[in-house]
């Protein structure tokens, strides 16, 4: 699900929640060592997330967020912001000449630079949590 949150709502708020879960507390945030990426460049997107970007040959950035059942992608376009929420149960990440994170039928791509290699440790944090998701569901076969 892709909102418009250049403007903040109560709405919007609740259906993050929801989705990926409330944000971590202060405590928790600093325990982990911080619960949000670098900003980041932003290689190439699926056509279904083109509209999002902009058209022209401005770089485009993204920040990732990690809640406590999901993750939320900050996309900005010009002087709007959108946000990408994406349930672990959903999350798909490859690491090729970058990363890319694919989820509900679409995927972006981050460009392979040092921005990109300032976020490794950020990418660790963000497969331990969608570990530590699946871990909760872990059913055994007989």
């Not at 982990?32 to 290689?43: A, L």
């Not at 690491?95 to 890319?100: H, I, L, W």
Request: glycine letters at 6%; a positive charge; zero cysteines.
């Amino acid at each position: 699900m892709i909102l418009n949150s250049t403007y903040k709502n109560k709405e919007e708020k609740q259906l993050l929640e929801d989705l990926v879960g409330k944000p971590f507390s202060f405590l928790e945030s600093f325990k982990m060592g911080g619960i949000g990426s670098k900003r980041m460049i932003i290689r190439d997107v699926s056509p279904n997330l083109q509209n999002f970007i902009n058209k022209v040959s401005d770089i485009n950035y993204a920040n990732i967020e990690l809640r406590k059942s999901g993750i939320l992608v900050y996309i900005n376009k010009g002087l709007q912001n959108f946000t990408w929420a994406i349930p672990y149960y959903q999350l798909v990440m490859y690491k090729t000449n970058g990363a890319s994170i694919h989820a509900q039928g679409r995927f972006i791509q981050f460009k392979n630079n040092k921005t990109f290699k300032e976020n490794k440790s950020f990418f660790e944090k963000m497969l331990d949590q969608k570990i530590k998701y699946d871990m909760q569901y872990n059913f055994q076969y007989v």
